[in-house]
């Protein structure tokens, strides 16, 4: 059984950086692409980076290129999002994904 760990959120100041982590299990992580969303309240959870599963066919959406990385670590059965110059629309829940699991969130609160 896949089961997805995220890690990482809290409460950060408008401008500061975060870094997200999605510790996999239950599948042989290197051959997946991963996934980071999210969702705001009171919307629907969106697309926000994408990567393959040797690191390469990396996507951001809109709002995330340029100040979000995603990335990851065979090795380690682990997924990243790194967050700089955070605004406070950027919070939210924030979910990895592989294939039709979903972690169960990390909370990520920024401040103006």
């Known amino acids: 059984q896949v089961q997805l760990v995220e890690s990482g959120g809290g409460l950060v100041q408008a401008g500061g950086s975060l870094r997200l982590s999605c510790a996999a299990s239950?599948?042989?992580?290197?051959?997946?692409?991963m996934g980071w969303f999210r969702q705001a309240p009171v919307k629907e959870r969106e697309f926000v980076a994408s990567i393959g599963w040797s690191g390469d066919r990396i996507f951001h959406s809109p709002s995330a290129k340029g100040r979000f990385t995603i990335s990851r670590d065979n090795a380690k059965n682990t997924v990243y999002l790194q967050m700089n110059s955070l605004k406070p629309e950027d919070t939210a829940v924030y979910y990895c994904?592989?294939?039709?699991?979903w972690g169960q969130g990390t909370l990520v609160t920024v401040s103006s």
């Open positions: 239950g599948l042989t992580f290197r051959t997946y692409a």
């Open positions: 994904k592989v294939l039709d699991a």
